[in-house]
Nanobody
Framework: QVQLVESGGGLVQPGGSLRVSCVAS????????MGWFRQAPGKEREFVSA????????YYGDSVKGRFTISRDNAKNTGYLQMNNLKPEDTAVYYC????????????????WGQGTQVTVSS
């Protein structure tokens, strides 16, 4: 069993940067691949990024490639999403998720989910 808690969301101007974090507890964090998803009002949940358990492989959705960077620190049981050059269309609730298999995680069927953190990009 893994509990995930996101933090670091907030209001940022277009072109700005923000880093959101996901702290895991309850089980060994390095046992799991982890990822980030987002959901804007009235829209379906969207895959943002994922990283394998050891950090050697990363994946990004087309809309964030080149702007967002996923990372993790297993010693701190924490995953990160660095978001640069933010755009108004990045406004959403950002969720972290974890699963033992990347296939399930990337498809949005991760076993564990956090409660989400709001990111708003507006001038």
């Amino acid at each position: 069993q893994v509990q995930l808690v996101e933090s670091g969301g907030g209001l940022v101007q277009p072109g700005g940067s923000l880093r959101v974090s996901c702290v895991a507890s309850g089980d060994i964090f390095s046992n799991y691949d982890m990822g980030w998803f987002r959901q804007a009002p009235g829209k379906e949940r969207e895959f943002v990024s994922a990283i394998t358990w050891g950090g050697s492989n990363t994946y990004y959705g087309d809309s964030v490639k080149g702007r967002f960077t996923i990372s993790r620190d297993n010693a701190k049981n924490t995953g990160y999403l660095q978001m640069n050059n933010l755009k108004p269309e990045d406004t959403a609730v950002y969720y972290c998720a974890a699963d033992a298999t990347m296939i399930a995680l990337a498809a949005g069927r991760g076993r564990y989910w956090g409660q989400g953190t709001q990111v708003t990009v507006s001038s």
